[in-house]
């Protein structure tokens, strides 16, 4: 049995906060570093493997796998319209559906390659105010009522957070930048997340 495997982190009786306290009470200040960007190596002497943080999953996994650190062979995946095509059909039931192929296909990509992958960008809950931002087809348009009915139906389907079947964390995008408003002291993200993501989840 490794060395590792006899520490409290990999302790499954523990708190998940003590077994974390243990690890970064234990990592040096330069494996500290190392874990901040979006690809963080592999700590061998803790038993962590190679893994990197966040990926595409707006309207489909992006698994080409062209990019960064873990350049591999592509895998198919679903892809679905743009998140602003999708939104023009207004039924927030369409996206829970195109949420769980999302959620299931990157669980699946995780099984058959456990190196990142369970953190995924999506939904894009910006307002897509203006085309010269450049991104706009991310987003599903400018109101904030759609907005909010859209996101929360697909990052509910995206990782079932209430079941222990739980498929990957979904990271909403652009909650504070890119809305082109913040120099009205106004931020229409914000704004969706406050009013109809939050109350919305809790139902």
Not at 138 to 150: A, F, N, R, S
Not at 185 to 199: D, K, Q
Request: proline share 8%; charged share 25%.
């Amino acid at each position: 049995m490794e060395d590792f495997k006899k520490t409290p982190l990999w302790d499954s009786r523990l708190p998940i906060e003590e077994r974390l306290d243990y690890l970064l009470a234990e990592m040096t200040i330069e494996e500290k570093l190392s874990c901040l960007g979006t690809g963080t190596p592999a700590l061998p002497r803790f038993g962590i493997g190679e893994q990197f943080i966040g990926s595409e999953a707006a309207h489909g996994v992006e698994a080409r796998h062209d990019q960064g650190q873990h350049k591999r062979e592509p895998e198919p995946t679903t892809s679905f319209p743009q998140p602003i095509g999708m939104s023009a059909s207004w039924d927030p039931e369409l996206l829970r559906e195109a949420g769980e192929v999302v959620g299931k296909e990157a669980r699946v990509l995780y099984q058959r390659n456990p190196v990142g992958g369970l953190f995924r960008w999506a939904p894009t809950v910006d307002m897509e105010r203006d085309p010269r931002w450049g991104r706009t087809e991310e987003g599903y348009g400018e109101d904030p009522y759609l907005t909010g009915k859209m996101a929360v139906r697909e990052s509910s389907s995206l990782m079932i957070i209430s079941s222990p079947e739980q498929k990957f964390m979904a990271a909403e995008l652009y909650f504070v930048i890119f809305t082109l408003s913040f120099l009205h002291n106004f931020n229409p993200a914000m704004m969706v997340f406050l009013l109809f993501v939050i109350p919305d989840s809790n139902q």
